[in-house]
């Protein structure tokens, strides 16, 4: 099987058989051999939770990390993640999703480094399928010696498993026939024999047969569908199901409806149990017969069925008549799950939060299809809404996006009455229309949100509607309306005694302050929010508001600053997986790493930046990456690049109406004016409505491509190391800061765009000296800092017009600052009216 796998030649390969015969055991130790083999790894996917084909790119995207973007289908964008990838996918239970086949067709044609290991009862039947059927053991042979039998696999099978309940059990001449037959009886299926083996705990051998042959005849005349090695299966399950008392089989076929598994609070509260102790009392009979067994969790014990066991519990219930009201009783447990979690949130136990959730997802999902898919009652479709409004956090940070929307708008079609549950379920589908930049939609569903609470006289929900609404206004640029939305919201969360949200809404009032220029009462904000963070530890709510005070350094010129506390909360957000977080972070620092000259590192974090908000679908930071990419293009000399790119953010922009930070947006009025000054009005026309008329997908292309060159001296770094290669002493940042200062002189004097991201800059040097790169042609002298090089580097653009702009530097003369050239060798004497227009740098256009 791994040499299949590892061949090349094998894409597809689906390990058939009988279930019981072993095939997910078989997978996993087939994928645990194969981990290093798989730069991109290897992936476990189970698939016997779901109920349905169009859940399983959403478990694979789950698996994976992948975010839902909003407008996309889900399975093109785990494709588009997958045809880069050398990895395997081992989809676990396949026989019940055969529809589903077309998406792992789809994905294998399109990712030449994709090999998927499925296991099913049934071929899927597409191109490039390599079946390997999986037999049972070998049936022992009748009448065989003891030293044969006791190399038997089926035999070695029984006896390891029923030692583990009768360890004196060995098999010797007399009991070797009774073995042998049992292990015939069961036709050599693996998981038969195992259940069989854990009946010797109670019963001697001898008997154990006689039980197992009467009841193989009892269900001799059962479902004839079933395959005879099935009905084998199905007969051995079928026993020690029989041998419950009444309650225990109640409780047995009741637990078919949990998914992904359960805890022991889960049965207590679903079957009124006094406690998880009285549970587990009411669960060692099914595990002693092997119907359940542990599964390891860190929040604390669960347990499982195998996916046939469940079946035929969930057969036996059908058939009981008790369906419905076991499965009314899974969401009346499930539906608060979510609410009743919060405390370990607002506790800023962060990890059990998710712990908690991700435990039970499957659950939760299988709640919520069961009262928003059918023709409920009005008390079960209002709780399966209040379930989908609460899992909206949850959903957010755990990158679901297109699962949260889908949902969402589900539950407003089937709660389509006023009542609480509709007004949670609307914050939620407004929440995510406003991050994917449906804004119409956002301020409908908050408004009647807002309505609805205020007419139940609720005050949490207003408050919450309130401080959404606030949200929005804000990113319209409304700020007035946004600051008295988000003191109304203050007020009500007060007056419930809510620190965490009075924390988040002071730091939302110091966001528009910093917007208004009120700079003083926004920092006063944010650290205000801040200290109450520290002290609960909330990382992703620390990281926030990190990142707001590195703005407000921006601003304030105080570039280590801004780079300290950009830095640390990346840290944060990396920690917790938050991609949101991350992105911003990469964007922040990538602001920086431009002040400070570093193009190749800049323009690499903001193409990571760029990816994460892409797959996020968030129109607001594709934007932001997208114009700053454009300015980091024209200061590379990719002038055409550059304005398409400023001019799409532009249009973007204007059809989203939210605002850029101030220093973005500050960065961004430069970086425009200086694309108008690159350019004559007909071709600047041309090119700027050409980026105009690029779809956001073609611009994030046009992104994600663009490639980067420095000359400036820095330690590289990869894509995961958020740390800045700043050197320990700041005066060259103080001396590269000065330069930049003096070139915008330049531009500003004379009309020509420059830039200091091509040179290497090093104290103490002189003019003629080797810098490494190359070799230096002008000393910039300033009356604080003594020398710094600049020097051009081998290779670079000819001297011709490089050195004809540099003429310009000459007439830059103040107290502080002077450029002096080495050489000047410009041919065309003086420079013209059309080259002031142009770019110094690479990719200088000739």
Not at 270 to 276: A, D, R
Request: aromatic share 8%; charged share 20%.
């Amino acid at each position: 099987m791994t040499n299949l796998l590892t061949s090349g030649h094998a894409r597809l390969v689906t390990l058939t058989g009988p279930g019981g015969v072993g095939k997910t055991t078989l997978a996993l130790h087939v994928a645990a051999d194969l981990i290093s083999t798989f730069p991109d790894g290897v992936w476990w996917v189970p698939l016997a939770p779901l109920g349905d084909t169009a859940a399983v790119p959403a478990s694979v995207a789950v698996v994976l990390g992948i975010r839902e973007l909003s407008g996309t289908p889900l399975t093109e964008t785990v494709r588009d993640t997958l045809r880069p990838k050398r990895l395997l996918l081992v989809m676990d239970n396949f026989e019940h999703l055969l529809p589903s086949a077309v998406f792992i067709a789809d994905w294998i044609s399109s990712a030449p480094g994709l090999v998927i290991l499925a296991t099913s009862r049934s071929p899927l039947r597409i191109r490039s399928e390599q079946e390997f059927p999986l037999k049972p053991l070998p049936m022992p042979i009748a009448g065989a010696e003891l030293d044969v039998l006791r190399k038997d696999a089926a035999v070695t099978l029984f006896m390891t498993r029923a030692k583990t309940v009768r360890p004196e059990l060995e098999l010797t001449s007399a009991n070797m026939e009774i073995v042998s037959t049992i292990c015939r009886r069961l036709e050599g299926l693996p998981l038969a024999i195992e259940l069989a083996a854990a009946r010797t705990r109670l019963l001697p051998l001898p008997d154990l047969l006689d039980k197992l042959d009467s009841t193989l005849q009892l269900l001799a005349g059962g479902p004839r569908d079933h395959p005879e090695r099935q009905r084998s299966l199905r007969a051995t399950i079928a026993w020690s199901y029989l041998l419950l008392a009444p309650e225990e089989q109640r409780l047995f076929r009741a637990l078919s409806v949990f998914r992904g598994g359960f805890s022991l609070d889960a049965v207590a509260a679903i079957f009124q149990l006094q406690s998880s102790i009285t549970a587990l009392d009411c669960l060692e009979p099914l595990a002693e017969q092997s119907l359940i067994h542990p599964v390891e969790a860190e929040n604390g014990p669960r347990y499982s069925m195998l996916e046939a066991v469940r079946e035929f519990a969930m057969e036996e219930l059908t058939s009981s008549g008790e369906l419905d009201h076991v499965l009314t009783l899974h969401l009346d447990y499930y539906w608060e799950y979510p609410q009743r979690q919060n405390a370990f949130w607002q506790a800023d136990d962060n990890q059990t939060w998710f712990l908690q959730l991700d435990s039970e997802r499957d659950n939760l999902r299988a709640a919520l299809y069961w009262a928003l898919n059918a023709q409920r009652p009005n008390e079960t479709a209002e709780r399966g809404a209040w379930l989908a409004g609460n899992l909206w956090l949850f959903w957010l940070l755990r990158n679901s996006i297109d699962e949260a929307n889908r949902t969402l708008r589900q539950a407003l079609d089937v709660v389509d009455w006023i009542c609480p549950a509709r007004g949670k379920a609307l914050i939620g589908a407004g929440i995510f229309a406003w991050q994917t930049g449906d804004y119409a939609a956002a301020e409908a569903w908050f408004y009647e949100a807002l309505m609805i609470w205020r007419s139940f006289g609720d005050i949490n929900g207003l408050a919450d509607a309130t401080h959404m609404m606030g949200h929005l206004e804000f990113d319209r640029r409304r700020y007035g309306p946004a600051h008295d939305l988000f003191q109304e919201s203050l007020v009500l969360y007060t007056t419930q005694g809510n620190d965490s949200q009075i924390a988040t809404l002071t730091a939302d009032l110091g966001l528009v302050a910093m917007h208004t220029e009120e700079f003083e009462t926004a920092e006063s904000c944010y650290q205000s929010a801040l200290q109450y963070y520290r002290l609960h530890d909330s990382s992703e709510a620390i990281s926030d508001v990190l990142f707001r005070l590195g703005d407000l350094c921006r601003i304030r010129g105080d570039i280590d600053g801004a780079a300290e506390l950009f830095e640390e909360g990346l840290g944060r957000v990396h920690s917790v997986g938050y991609k949101l977080g991350i992105a911003c972070g990469y964007h922040k620092l990538a602001q920086i790493e431009r002040l400070l000259g570093r193009t190749q590192i800049a323009g690499r974090n903001l193409r990571e930046a760029l990816a994460l908000q892409n797959e996020l679908g968030n129109r607001q930071g594709i934007i932001e990456c997208l114009a700053a990419l454009g300015g980091l293009a024209l200061e590379e000399g990719q002038v055409g690049k550059g304005v398409r790119l400023l001019a799409a953010a532009s249009e973007l922009l204007s059809g989203l109406g939210a605002p850029l930070s101030p220093p973005d947006r500050d960065q961004f009025l430069h970086d425009d004016a200086a694309a108008r000054r690159l350019l004559d009005k007909e071709e600047f026309s041309k090119v700027w409505t050409a980026g105009q008329r690029m779809t956001v997908d073609e611009a994030v292309r046009l992104g994600i491509g663009l490639i980067f060159q420095t000359l400036l001296s820095c330690s590289p770094r990869g894509p995961t190391d958020h740390r800045l290669s700043r050197q320990s002493s700041k005066r060259p940042l103080l001396d590269y800061c000065l330069l930049r200062q003096t070139f915008h002189k330049v531009e500003r004097r004379h009309g020509v765009v420059v830039s200091a991201d091509h040179f290497l800059i090093r104290p103490g040097c002189e003019p003629g000296e080797s810098a490494g790169h190359g070799t230096i042609e002008y000393a910039v002298t300033d009356g604080l800092h003594g020398v710094v090089d600049v020097a051009i580097e081998n290779g670079a653009q000819p001297a011709s017009r490089r050195q004809q702009h540099l003429v310009h530097l000459l007439t830059v003369e103040d107290e502080h600052v002077g450029i002096h050239p080495r050489r000047i060798e410009p041919q065309g004497g003086v420079v013209g009216e059309d080259s002031q227009r142009r770019t110094l740098g690479r990719g200088f256009p000739s």
